[in-house]
Structure formats: C-alpha cells, structure tokens
C-alpha cells in the first residue's frame, strides 16, 4: 500500500506562483508513475501532469510551459511547480499513483487547495 499526503496549497493572485509537494510513504519502491489532478468545483477530475520512472513528464495541455512536475526518490517526494498561475487553475490538487498490478486500487492523497484570486 503507498499513502501520500500533499501540501503547498493556498491563496495566490493570478500570474502568481505556488509549489505543491506530494510525500509518498509505504510501498515506495513499487512506484513507477505518480501525477497530479485537480478538480473544480463542478467539473470532473483533471490530469494535470505526471511523471514515469524515467523522469519523463507529460502534461495536460492546459497547463503546459506553467506547471513544471518533479521528483525527488531519495525523499520519496514529487512536486508540481505552478507558475503564471490564472483563475481556472482554482481547485483542489490531488497526488495520485495509479494502481499496482497485484492490488488493483488507485491511490490518492486527501488533497489540497489552490485557490487563484484575479
């Protein structure tokens, strides 16, 4: 089982910049792939970006050249940087590991906040 907990969330004005951090524990080296969505109020979870054990990320079209997703294995730690911040990237960021091939269950973190003020 992995659980992740994320923090970084808050109240930032548009064109500000905020960093989200995900913290990975349990099974953490069973994880290849981690990523981001964000959900908004009324509208369906979003991927936002994520990344594979390579290290290569991808990103949601909306966000490209704004959200830069990292990861630190040694801190068992992934982080999504969020620059030029505008008022429909407000929503509550979720940390995610899609699921393991011998249990089947997605993972999520209880989220965090964002909220962009225009």
């Known amino acids: 089982q992995v659980q992740l907990v994320e923090s970084g969330g808050g109240l930032v004005q548009a064109g500000g910049s905020l960093r989200l951090s995900c913290v990975a524990s349990g099974s953490t080296s069973s994880i290849k792939t981690i990523g981001w969505y964000r959900q908004a109020p009324g509208k369906r979870h979003e991927l936002v970006a994520s990344?594979?054990?390579?290290?290569?990320?991808s990103y949601a079209d909306s966000v490209k050249g704004r959200f830069t997703i990292s990861r630190d294995n040694a801190k068992n730690t992934v982080y999504l940087q969020m620059n030029s911040l505008k008022s429909e990237d407000t929503a509550v960021y979720y940390c995610?590991?899609?699921?393991?091939?011998?249990?089947?269950?997605?993972?999520w973190g209880p989220g965090t906040q964002v909220t962009v003020s225009s």
């Open positions: 995610h590991v899609p699921p393991f091939t011998w249990d089947g269950t997605d993972y």
């Open positions: 990344i594979g054990s390579g290290d290569t990320p």
